[in-house]
């Protein structure tokens, strides 16, 4: 099971929705889901950008 794509079209997508979610995190920290939401999509973020930077094409 892979946990990124080969392309860079599709790590994108991947990173700009990752991205999405944490900042709704980010929007909703006073709130408990909100600060897990903020910490885990901001590490899947981060991961995914390390992913990212590897692809060729």
């Known amino acids: 099971m ?3 794509v080969d392309n860079r079209r ?3 997508r991947l990173l700009s929705s ?5 900042f709704v995190g980010l929007i909703r920290i006073d709130t ?3 600060k897990v939401l903020f910490v885990a999509a901001g590490a899947l ?5 390390l992913c990212y ?5």
Not at 18 to 22: N, P, R, T
Not at 45 to 49: D, E, F, H, P, R
């Open 18 to 22: 990752a991205l999405a979610f944490s």
């Open 45 to 49: 973020s981060l991961w995914w950008w």
């Open 10 to 12: 599709d790590g994108s």
């Open 32 to 34: 408990s889901w909100g």
């Open 2 to 4: 892979k946990l990124f």
């Open 53 to 57: 930077r590897k692809l060729t094409q």
